[in-house]
């Protein structure tokens, strides 16, 4: 199976097209209705930090990354599998938004984050900013 | 006031069930113990001519998947296994289920197993299961016996 990989744009800051009148919901048009707090992992590497979210139905056009001051907040609308009309007939998960969000530390290089989504898994890098990079400090004799 | 909201029909029957399944949960004395939850999470949805089932699966590859039919019973399994090459003490966090699974599922009535198909996108397993002749719905006429 091919997979198109594309990056996702991460907003800093506020969108434009959300007014200050609609608060902090990133789409005006249909407000969140269940929003499912999804399972990350979040790993530290060398570079930075990597979080990972299970986002299973999310697509570059249904999911939202948005950074303000130091929160940066995942929101992914999930349409229903289905065809209209289709009758539930067992249910183990709801169909609705994920929703969550992260308080970044000072240390995240805000400028730089990138994410990527493949097979309803987003993975989001956050490097490390300059100022949190370990320095080696040369002892001169 | 935005009137009525059509993309959430509001559903008396799904809430009393989801109200139904609630109450029933709470009454379980074991239910913390049993609140496990299997995976992946499986819907199915009946469509008329076919039943739909889909399982939340990210993460996993198409090819990760082996689906199995004999008669009424659908076996998928698979294993979604941790991004390679990070230790152990370098996470922060791990929510994330990981590891092998295997899930058999009873469908409510006899399909089309030569017909069923399954397709894989962003995470989630569509398997769409074709009714068998006889178990759909089928119309009678009625003659008058004159």
């Known amino acids: 199976m ?22 902090p919901a990133p789409e005006p048009e249909r407000e969140v209705h269940r929003a499912f707090t999804p399972p990350i992992d979040i790993h530290e590497g ?17 999911l939202f990354i948005q950074l303000e001051d130091n929160v940066l907040s995942l929101h992914a609308r999930i349409d229903l599998p289905v065809p209209e009309g289709a009758r ?3 249910e183990e998960y709801y169909v609705g938004d994920f929703y969550r969000s992260f308080i970044l530390s ?13 097979n309803g898994v ?7 900013s300059d100022r949190a990079r370990s320095r080696r400090i040369e002892i001169r004799s | 006031m935005k009137g ?13 069930q989801r109200e139904m399944g609630r109450l029933f949960d709470s009454i379980d004395p074991f239910q913390p113990q049993r609140h496990v939850r299997q995976y992946p999470p499986v819907n199915v949805y009946d469509a008329g001519e076919s039943y739909i089932l889909s399982a939340q699966l990210p993460g996993v590859a198409a090819g990760d998947v082996e689906l199995t039919i004999t008669g009424e019973t659908l076996t998928m399994r698979g294993e979604r296994k941790r991004s390679e090459g990070i230790r152990d003490d370098s996470y922060r966090r791990q929510e994330r289920p990981m590891g092998r699974w295997t899930r058999t599922i009873t469908l409510p009535d006899r399909v089309e197993s030569a017909q069923v198909s399954a397709a894989f996108t962003s995470g989630i397993l569509t398997v769409t299961l074709p009714k068998a002749e006889n178990a759909k719905p089928r119309h009678i006429t009625v003659t008058s016996g004159s």
């Open chain 1, 2 to 23: 091919k997979v198109t990989n594309p990056s996702i744009r991460v907003m800093v800051g506020t969108q434009p097209a959300q007014t200050a009148a609609q608060g």
């Open chain 1, 46 to 62: 060398p570079e930075g930090l990597t979080l990972e979210a299970d986002l299973p139905g999310a697509t570059e056009n249904n």
């Open chain 1, 88 to 90: 539930l007939v067992h």
């Open chain 1, 106 to 118: 000072d240390d995240v290089d805000r400028e730089h984050i990138t994410a990527e989504l493949k």
């Open chain 1, 122 to 128: 987003l993975r989001l890098l956050l490097p490390k």
């Open chain 2, 4 to 16: 009525v909201n059509w993309h959430e029909r509001w559903d008396p029957l799904r809430e009393l």
